[in-house]
Nanobody, 119 residues
C-alpha cells in the first residue's frame, strides 16, 4: 500500500511560480512511475507530468518549458516546479504513483492540492 500527501498549492499571480511536493509513504520501494495530474472544474483529469523511476520525464504540451518534475526514489518524493503560471493552470493538482506487483498495476492518488492562478 502507498499513501500520498501533496503540499505546496496556493494562490499566485499570473507569471509567478509554485512548487508542489508529494511525499509517498508505505511501500515506496514498489513504486514505478510517479506524476502529477490536474483537474479543473468541468474538465477531465489530465496528466501534467510524469517521471519514471529512472528519471525520464514526460510533460503535457500545455506545460512544456514551464514545469519541471523531479523525484527522489529513496525518499519517495516527487516535486513539480511550476513557473510562468497562467490562469488556465488553475486546478486541483493530484500526485500519482503507480506500482507493479504480481503483474498488476495499481494507481495511487493523493487527496489533491488547489492551485489558483489569478490574472
Amino acid at each position: 500500500q502507498v499513501q500520498l500527501a501533496e503540499s505546496g498549492g496556493g494562490w499566485v499571480q499570473a507569471g509567478g511560480s509554485l512548487r508542489l511536493s508529494c511525499a509517498a509513504s508505505g511501500s515506496i520501494n514498489s513504486i514505478n512511475a510517479m506524476g502529477w495530474y490536474r483537474q479543473a472544474p468541468g474538465k477531465e483529469r489530465e496528466r501534467v507530468a510524469s517521471i519514471t523511476s529512472g528519471g525520464s520525464p514526460n510533460y503535457a504540451d500545455s506545460v512544456k518549458g514551464r514545469f519541471a518534475i523531479s523525484r527522489d526514489n529513496a525518499k519517495g518524493t516527487v516535486d513539480l516546479q511550476m513557473n510562468s503560471l497562467k490562469p488556465e493552470d488553475t486546478a486541483v493538482y493530484y500526485c500519482n504513483a503507480n506500482t507493479f506487483i504480481l503483474a498488476t498495476i495499481v494507481h495511487y492518488w493523493g487527496q489533491g492540492t488547489q492551485v489558483t492562478v489569478s490574472t
